[in-house]
């Protein structure tokens, strides 16, 4: 079992495919299911124990990466040596599983969650911003 996300149709048959997001083993992935015959298309992975399990958090983007495909993020706190505490979203390509971005900030946040933001600087990328309580030190 896994959390649904709606994706969008990536094989051409006209049918909006479906990701399901799942943590198995300690490994965070979004498999792309063709819903017509539950074909998966594709397999996008993270880290293995790389984040506390209780804040893997998925969120499907648009196009990060101006390919058409939309695109996945994975927020979480790290829990791999040096980097305990810290959040991080990591953005993968929804075409390619490969990195686009990773974004990282210091481990002074509490009650934190990603939000995606409209394109401010022009690029024709959307903003990533993290909120939450910012702790002094």
């Known amino acids: 079992s896994g959390i649904p996300l709606l994706w969008q149709d990536v094989n051409g048959d006209g049918v909006t495919e479906l990701g399901v997001f799942s943590v198995g083993g300690g490994v965070p992935s979004l498999s792309i299911i063709n819903p017509v015959d539950s074909a998966e298309l594709s397999n996008i992975r993270w880290a293995a124990g790389a984040y506390v399990p209780s804040s893997i958090t998925p969120i499907a983007l648009p196009d990060m990466d101006s390919d058409g495909v939309m695109d996945i993020g994975l927020f979480g706190i790290r829990q791999d ?6 959040p ?50």
């Not at 040596?81 to 810290?86: L, M, Y």
């Open 81 to 86: 040596e040096g980097n305990e505490g810290k």
């Open 88 to 137: 991080q979203f990591f953005v993968r390509s929804g075409s390619t599983g490969k990195r686009i971005s990773v974004f990282n900030w210091p481990a002074n946040w509490k009650n934190m969650q990603v939000v995606v933001m409209d394109d401010l600087t022009g690029d024709g990328v959307p903003e990533i911003a993290l909120e939450g309580t910012f702790k002094d030190g």
